[in-house]
């Protein structure tokens, strides 16, 4: 393993979910590589996400929760720039091993890291509140 991989693997930390003898191999990536990825690149979605609004949509903070849910949804789906950014960002944070293995199965793996990201997002929908000064 070189530098830039333990390196990677230091800062991304430890394997996050159960992994079963019998867990497909999506599901092993997910949880050893993509998860804490996620976690580890957390503000970075977000700051990226508040960026993307501010450019895109300076309503969203007037949208309701549920349109707000729904926006995210699109944008992370829909807008192909967008979402290659955020692609970007998780797989500059692959080892060279999760790469090769990414390449092998890219398609289905993308669909699990942009519904995980999206999902964080929603989950977090209430951080992207634009911040009242009292």
């Known amino acids: ?10 800062l991304r930390g430890e394997t996050l979910g159960t992994i079963h003898e019998n867990s497909l191999e999506e599901e092993i990536f997910q949880n050893r590589t993509l998860r804490p990825i996620l976690k580890f690149q957390n503000d970075l979605f977000i700051a990226s996400f508040l960026n993307y609004i501010n450019k895109h949509k300076n309503d969203f903070y007037k ?3 549920e349109k707000k849910l729904l926006f995210i ?3 992370v789906q829909k807008d192909i720039k967008f979402r ?3 692609k ?11 790469f ?3 390449t092998k199965n890219s398609s289905q793996l993308n669909k699990r890291m942009m ?4 999902e ?3 989950d977090q929908v209430l951080l992207l509140e634009p911040v009242s000064l009292v």
């Open 1 to 10: 393993m070189d530098v830039r991989d333990k390196g990677i693997l230091d």
């Open 63 to 65: 949208l309701s929760t």
């Open 73 to 75: 949804e699109n944008a």
């Open 84 to 86: 290659n950014a955020l």
């Open 88 to 98: 970007g960002m998780i797989i500059a944070m692959f080892t060279i091993d999760e």
């Open 100 to 102: 090769n293995e990414y």
């Open 115 to 118: 519904n995980l990201l999206i």
């Open 120 to 122: 964080r997002l929603k």
